[in-house]
């Protein structure tokens, strides 16, 4: 299974707020250090915000840092949020596509159940276990 660029990004943005708790952060610092246009930037930051992920301070004095400590960020959390599943295999029958919902898939229940899988795995894991895994 991959994960979107964005989710990638959205993990290695939160990672990088989580290593750096103790100051305010930039979009453009944020964009620099990952290698990712700030615009492309700016569109994660906003989602993570909308879902309180991370507070976002406007201003000349303003940046962004982490909206709550790491150990209430869970990661299964964040890649569901961040992450479409729905279009996880798509098929071609009749020439008409269709994904994995489709009462007329017949792999369907496999898919869901490795895709829950996937997503269980990830929720034994917070944003802190991350940052003391790797000693960020």
Known sequence: MNLSKFTDYAFRSLIYLGKNQNRLCTVQELANYLNVSE????KIIHNLAKEN???SIKGRTGGIKLATLPKNINL???LIYCEDFSRVVECQKDNINCTYNSEKCLIKDIVKASTNKFIDEFKKYTLEDVLILHKY
Do not use: S
């Open 39 to 42: 615009n492309h930037m700016k």
């Open 53 to 55: 992920y991370i507070l």
């Open 76 to 78: 299964g959390d964040v």
